[in-house]
């Protein structure tokens, strides 16, 4: 069991990234402990997107993007010549700011999209895998009568948890959530951090979040990243979330969450 | 500029939390002087008084409240508002304590004191101003006054464990004189408790600054005749 989460830990390791000339981030170190839910959180610009990024190589598919450090998955080091971007995207899925489901396709093509983009055909089982995926994004009572519809029809929150249900149907050991609430409701806020709660107990979540009061609510442990002087995003501090929100040890995260700057 | 409403709202917080400190010092020592005097009316009064105290320590709470709903404080700050819900309880029982003198001081009666008060008056005075001092350490965030003042607790203690020996000799002397020794009793030992509490704020203060639960160890029973 304890070698099963070890699998989904994730370890940075002096992690330098940008696009062109722009340093992004620079000299990240950080361990992400395996089933818990990390939130980066800091200003604007701090390069916490660019940081996710980099955990399932989406940050290398834009153009002048370059990298230096690693990034282990479970000990690997996922830029090694023998990794599969596609597959390692699979272990890492990714939730977007906005909700992003196909609009062309319908609530169960949505889910199983994933799986098509891996080439894994129709597997057998296939309903039965769009059911569970769909229970464990906490959706499938709203949606089990209309699988076949516009994934586009649904509400914003439910299209939110619909991309999180296409992110789990191919079973990954990550999940990466880029600012996933900032276009939702409270209630349906709270829905994705009820979700969040529950799925880190089979999958270790990294949260992006603006709001303070979010990381603070869902996370388990949090890093703060803010620019340096030449704006680059460096990580100040990282440590259980209890402890940075009651009582950081840098000043500079004290400044940030009260509110001080940023 | 950055959030001048919160940092208005905390500090007016604050402010409020020295003023019903102030309520309390004066109900420490106005205790002890219509003791002093035997004036029923006085007690009476401050009897009266102690629902300022109680709506003030009620005001403070709701004001908290409200920032920690509206403004989602975090780190110093929340540790900030956490330490003064503690103090304002503290506060209200403090104030509890001289109203409880007031209430002994009326239930006797016409009966005269025992005998002329002087140690009382000093348990009272020392009591206050450490009171006075804890406040001043958590507005100062001043770590080193807020480990300092719980130690003159003993002085306290002192006093207290004086007094009960010598109403212990009066008792000895004149059995029939139990009853207006041990209403002289209970006044010392409400300002005992009143000093003991001190040190709770004195932790909180701490707790402010550093974030850090300590114990400050100046909630020692007077001797063996701790009640």
């Known amino acids: 069991m304890r070698d099963a989460n070890e699998s989904r830990a994730i370890q ?67 830029f090694a010549t023998d990794v599969d971007p596609v597959q390692l995207r699979r272990r890492v899925g990714m939730v977007f700011q906005r909700p992003n489901p196909f609009p062309t396709m319908s609530v169960a093509e949505n889910v199983v999209a994933g799986l098509r983009l891996n080439r894994w055909g129709r597997p057998a089982g296939l309903d039965d895998r769009i059911e569970e995926s769909l229970r464990r994004a906490a959706l499938w009572e709203q949606v089990k009568d209309k699988l076949h519809v516009s994934g586009a029809s649904l509400s914003g929150g439910q299209q939110q948890r619909l991309c999180i249900a296409r992110a789990l149907a191919v079973e990954p050991d990550v999940l990466l959530m880029d600012e996933p609430c900032s276009a939702l409701d409270p209630v349906a806020t709270f829905k994705i951090e009820e979700l969040m709660k529950e799925l880190a107990e089979d999958i270790t979540i990294v949260i992006v979040t ?32 209890d ?4 009582n950081p040890s840098d000043k500079r995260t004290e400044d940030y969450i009260t509110g001080r700057f940023g | 500029m950055v959030r001048q409403t919160f940092e208005q709202a905390l500090q007016q917080i604050q402010d409020e939390l020295l003023v019903l400190g102030s309520l309390v010092e004066n109900a420490i020592i106005e205790s002890v002087n219509v003791l002093k005097n035997r004036d029923v009316e006085g007690a009476r009064r401050l009897i009266a008084g102690d629902q300022q105290i109680n709506e003030k320590r009620f005001a403070i709470e709701t004001a908290c409240l409200n920032l920690i709903a509206t403004q989602q404080p975090m780190a110093g700050d929340l540790r900030t508002i956490a330490a003064v819900l503690e103090i304002v309880t503290e506060l209200e029982r403090m104030g509890d304590y001289a109203k409880g003198i007031a209430r002994i001081n009326i239930m006797m009666g016409e009966e005269p004191l025992l005998k002329p008060l002087v140690d009382i008056p000093r348990m009272a005075e020392k009591a206050r101003d450490m009171l006075h001092r ?22 306290v203690d002192g ?31 409400n300002l005992e408790r009143t000093a003991d509490r001190v040190t709770n704020i ?9 974030g850090q639960m300590v114990e400050l160890d100046g909630d020692t029973q007077p001797g063996q005749y701790g009640c």
């Open chain 2, 202 to 210: 004195c932790e909180r203060v701490i707790f402010t600054v550093s």
């Open chain 1, 210 to 241: 603006h709001n303070m009061q979010q990381a603070a609510r869902v996370s388990d442990y949090t890093a703060f990243l803010m620019m340096g002087e030449d704006r680059a995003g460096e990580l100040v501090e990282f440590g259980p979330t």
């Open chain 1, 243 to 246: 402890r940075i929100f009651t």
């Open chain 2, 159 to 189: 006093l207290y464990n004086q007094i009960y020996r010598e109403l212990l000799t009066f008792i000895m002397a004149d059995p029939r004189s139990i009853d207006r020794a041990t209403h002289l009793l209970w006044v010392a030992h």
């Open chain 2, 134 to 155: 804890a406040l001043d350490a958590f507005i100062r965030r001043d770590v080193a006054l807020a480990r300092a003042i719980p130690t003159e607790d003993d002085e």
């Open chain 1, 12 to 78: 940075i390791e002096e992690l330098t990234a940008g696009f062109g000339s722009f340093t992004a981030v620079r000299q990240v170190s950080l361990r992400i402990p395996p089933n818990k839910i990390t939130a980066i959180i800091g200003p604007s610009g701090s390069g916490k997107s660019t940081l996710v990024r980099c955990l399932n190589r989406l940050h290398e598919e834009v153009r002048g993007a370059w990298m230096q450090g690693r990034v282990r998955l479970g000990g690997h080091d996922i």
